[in-house]
Nanobody
Framework: QVPLVESGGGLVQAGDSLRLSCASS?????????MSWFRQAPGKEREFVAT????????YYSDSVKGRFTISRDDAKNTLYLQMNSLKPEDTALYYC????????????????WGQGTQVTVSS
């Protein structure tokens, strides 16, 4: 069973918005993990997008999405979100959510649990 399941991707036009969701079936509440979104475009490496820390939930973003994307967490629903506004064609990628207990939040190798991804395609 995949512990993290992403949804909400789709085909949109530049300037549009999307909200991605990541439903968790991990044994512990999301608030006990560092939760992040990564993305991977064809022919490119997986890159960090945003993270929300354990507990109080501080958030950090890559420079390419700062000011446009917002990461959030609903502890009652055990779901992670990524609100994406002002989408650009360069945001086109397969988006993954991931969980870890601790480590460098921007390194994919630090993460223990991954979803299967949801495709976001932004047309110009």
């Amino acid at each position: 069973q995949v512990p993290l399941v992403e949804s909400g991707g789709g085909l949109v036009q530049a300037g549009d918005s999307l909200r991605l969701s990541c439903a968790s079936s991990l044994r512990s509440p999301l608030s006990l993990y560092v939760m992040s979104w990564f993305r991977q475009a064809p022919g490119k490496e997986r890159e960090f997008v945003a993270t929300i820390t354990k507990g109080d939930g501080d958030s950090y973003y890559s420079d390419s999405v700062k000011g446009r994307f917002t990461i959030s967490r609903d502890d009652a629903k055990n779901t992670l979100y990524l609100q994406m506004n002002s989408l650009k064609p360069e945001d086109t990628a397969l988006y993954y959510c991931a969980a870890q207990y601790s480590g460098y939040y921007y390194r994919p190798s630090e993460y223990l649990y991954w979803g299967q991804g949801t495709q976001v395609t932004v047309s110009s």
